[in-house]
């Protein structure tokens, strides 16, 4: 797989620098508060994890699943998988791998506001705003790493399924995805 990694953008160590910023933050602001932090899967497992495990107050993690549908012509959005817990007045974080066109996070920004949360934040590891749809109007609260509008793969993000495994985010090669 390495080898077709045209070269690393951001590294482990770095990455795990990152998260344990983000994990200080959100114990800080939400000590009290009783936060519920939501993943949506799958890419952002990896990244999920090493946050979640570094929270130093009580909270409760929950998944979504969101798949997008391109149709002939406009694309739609479903909820796969929903949240389990009732997060009606409690403080929620959407846990994100990528904040890339932003149609997804927005649609489950949304999805989960209708379910009438106290507080609703945006964490991202990356964010790529040269891909943002201009209709997009849901920002992130905590932002990792500003990446270009490059294929980027690895810690959670894949081509096909595949490179989610690597420790690091680099950029795939082009005659790897063409």
Not at 2 to 25: D, G, P
Not at 50 to 56: L, P, R
Request: net charge negative.
């Amino acid at each position: 797989m390495k080898e077709n990694i045209q070269r690393v953008l951001i590294s482990e160590a770095q990455i795990q620098e990152k998260v344990k910023q983000f994990a200080k933050e959100l114990s800080e602001e939400y000590a009290g508060k009783d936060p519920i932090f939501v993943g949506v899967l799958k890419g952002v497992v990896m990244f999920f994890g090493d946050v979640v495990k570094q929270i130093t107050i009580p909270c409760q993690i929950d998944f979504m699943w969101i798949s997008s549908y391109k149709g002939t012509e406009s694309s739609h959005m479903e909820v796969k998988r929903d949240v389990s817990v009732d997060i009606k007045d409690r403080h929620v974080v959407i846990l994100e791998d990528i904040f890339d066109t932003g149609n997804s996070l927005e649609f489950t920004y949304k999805h989960l506001m209708e379910k009438q949360p106290a507080s609703l934040k945006i964490c991202t590891l990356l964010d790529k705003p040269e891909r943002r749809n201009p209709a997009v109007t849901v920002k992130a609260d905590y932002v990792g790493f500003t990446v270009p509008d490059e294929f980027v793969v690895g810690y959670g993000l894949d081509f096909n399924e595949y490179y989610r495994n690597l420790p690091f985010v680099g950029v795939l090669k082009p005659e790897a995805y063409q």
